[in-house]
RNA sequence: GAUUCCGUAGCUCAGCUGGUAGAGCAUAACACUUUUAAUGUUGGGGUCCUGGGUUCGAAUCCCAGCGGGAUCACCA
């Protein structure tokens, strides 16, 4: 990619040059007062006329359509696009057509943002529109912005559609594809119907600390950081679980947080390495309660968004009013497989692997062998909200033992369209049972298995000073808003997706060019010629580059005066 | 990390078995007072991702790299 301005960009940056000798400030500081928005005079006009017999508008300008002495425009707002008219003699009363013929018609460009005042009609063609009466610019654009076109039947022609494109600067892609501006005001739904459930509830938001000393409460690697006054590591959390736990100790009765977590692991369409998160803990429940809180959170969420219970996702229609299918782990690897594995050791486990064609490591334990049987058998069947239950308690060091069912403990994930959403358990609040478990994940570290949980010692002296019975929840909210927006990637409900850096191409400016003696109106002749830094410069033959100076005076037809050759030779001194 | 596809004008994309780089939109000029993917005429605009190689000759073939997509693995 060329790092020099392209035709475009020079042309809209002698136009601002313009608008400024016309005494036109691109850049105005003063408030821009918006009386009305394009969505709802789309809505309203037709049925109360009379209320948009003065309206000021603000936006971008999207398309325009010249003819002569009137031009139509399309000005995009915060809501919408409606059309402007503007007629020549209207906006330029006077003898002095300017503002019409020059300012409009010349040195405004697609993207730049204007103002107009006017008042509302309908064209021949049947189109609201607005009539111009007073045109301001509010913000001059210097890049072109891509022109998507769509037609009458709703097609888009041109469409602005590179993925890489449309994640780095997500500021064009929601400006040329405003539609997908939707999933973000639905993620917002998403999230303040929660929030406000919650607090309905009475339980308390809190903040807790994003660099931990010790990187608990989940099985991932971590990104490691460094404090340079303490001269230590920390971790930026992967899950904020145990300093939740920690607040129910303190005395809380019900404490949730959303927030980023941090895991140093793959990139795909389902994971980014920040993501966003809420967990809840609430004392004295317990997990069976905690499936019916659920049940009823999600359904006023699918409701915020989309005003009933049923989600198109994909090609399923997914219903989340409860109650939820439940199905124990064992149970539904029974279901799914035919096999019992309630009873299989870890040899036995690690052979039905085998014959089931799963692919295992030295590193797993009883509860990672029957995790992959889960992940691979049954988890894609999980269409409709379903609760599976009762893990085993290798898998889970963080949940209290199931009251009656030996080696499970008392956990639940909910799996939806396919994927795990919710993760939740009656929490472990037995400070010598936790110990132990900690000290089991220590002997899987050892194994070589790197996700497993550190020994977290200031969690299990919370503990031992107590704490209630609590059950505890955590919904990872972009999967969860990719289902309630009918998304398959995290990408796209994600402002900014985590990205490869561009890689910037190193462009020195004008004045180190005249630094070393170049004449200033030859800069943009040696940016042609590929030279974009002093070094590159330099690293080339002298007597090559004067005579290519040359050239390119000829071939661009620049009337400026050619530099002497001993003034080119110095250049390279 | 593996496999695979892709990278050409500001944007969307053509470009055949290797032979001087194309279209639409955008942009510039002119015309046009109700258009709407406005229209008509005439222009300008390119490091064909980067670096090597094969060849008389490479956007095209080969190798390597960079970036992206998809699938898989790890994971939420």
């Excluded at 392209?6 to 940056?13: A, G, K, N, P, Y």
């Excluded at 040059?17 to 309203?44: C, H, S």
């Excluded at 969860?480 to 490869?500: A, C, D, H, S």
Aim: charged share 25%.
């Amino acid at each position: 990619m060329s790092t020099a301005l392209s035709e475009q960009e020079i042309l809209r940056r002698e136009s601002l040059q313009q608008l400024r000798e016309l005494g036109i400030n691109p850049y105005p500081a003063e408030e821009y007062k918006v009386t009305a928005f394009a969505q709802d005079i789309a809505d309203n006009f037709e049925r109360f006329p009379d209320n948009y017999k003065k309206v000021t508008l603000a936006g971008r300008i999207m398309t325009r359509r010249i003819m002569g002495s009137a031009s139509f425009a399309e000005l995009q707002d915060s809501t919408g696009r409606i059309q402007v008219y503007l007629k020549r003699d209207d906006i330029c009363p006077g003898e002095d057509k300017t503002l019409y013929n020059t300012v409009f018609k010349k040195l405004m460009d697609i993207g730049d943002y204007v103002g107009v005042k006017g008042f509302v009609f309908l064209t021949q063609t049947g189109e609201i529109s607005v009539h111009v009466q007073e045109l301001a610019l509010l913000s001059k654009a210097l890049k072109p912005l891509p022109v998507v076109k769509r037609d009458e039947e709703g097609n888009i022609h041109d469409g602005f559609t590179d993925p890489e494109m449309r994640y780095r600067q997500r500021y064009v892609d929601l400006t040329v594809n405003p539609e997908y501006k939707q999933i973000f005001i639905n993620r917002s739904k998403v999230i303040s119907s929660m929030r406000d459930y919650f607090n309905k509830q009475g339980w308390f938001e809190v903040e807790t600390p994003i660099l931990q000393p010790v990187h608990g409460g989940a099985a991932a690697r971590p990104f490691v950081t460094h404090h340079n006054t303490l001269d230590m590591p920390l971790y930026l959390r992967i899950a904020n679980e145990l300093y939740l736990k920690r607040l129910i100790v303190a005395g809380f009765d019900g404490v949730y947080e959303f927030g980023k977590m941090f895991r140093n692991e793959g990139m795909d369409r389902t994971h980014n390495p920040e993501f966003s998160a809420m967990e809840i803990y609430i004392a004295y429940k317990d997990y069976i309660w905690m499936m019916a809180m659920v049940e009823q959170c999600l359904e006023i969420v699918a409701r915020a968004v989309h005003g009933i219970p049923v989600v198109q996702v994909g090609a399923n229609e997914i219903n989340f009013a409860g109650p939820y299918e439940k199905l124990s782990m064992y149970d539904s690897i029974q279901k799914y497989t035919g096999i019992d594995v309630s009873a299989m050791d870890e040899a036995a486990l690690r052979l039905t692997c085998n014959e089931l064609g799963i692919e295992v490591d030295s590193t797993m334990g009883k509860g990672k062998l029957i995790d992959e049987i889960f992940s691979a058998k049954v988890e894609s069947n999980l269409i409709q909200p379903t609760y599976i239950t009762d893990y085993p308690i290798e898998m889970t060091p963080l949940a209290k033992k199931h009251r009656t069912k030996e080696g499970l403990v008392e956990r639940f994930e909910l799996f939806v369209n396919g994927k795990e959403i919710a993760n939740a358990y009656t929490e472990l609040n037995d400070p010598i049972d936790q110990r132990e478990r900690f000290e089991e994940q220590l002997i899987l570290a050892g194994r070589g298995d790197f996700e497993a949980m550190a020994m977290d010692e200031d969690f299990l002296r919370a503990l031992e000073y107590g704490m209630p019975p609590t059950s505890g929840l955590g919904i990872g909210i972009d999967r969860l808003v990719m289902l309630m927006t009918n998304q398959v990637t995290i990408q796209e409900v994600l402002f900014f997706p985590q990205m490869r850096p561009e890689k910037k191409a190193k462009v020195a400016t004008a004045d180190d060019f005249i630094n070393i003696g170049v004449p200033s109106e030859w800069v943009p002749v040696l940016n042609k010629m590929g030279f974009n830094t002093v070094e590159e410069l330099k690293a080339a033959n002298p007597n090559k580059v004067f005579n290519d100076l040359g050239g390119m005076r000829k071939k661009l037809k620049l009337d400026i005066i050619m530099p002497m050759k001993e003034v080119v030779m110095a250049w390279f001194e």
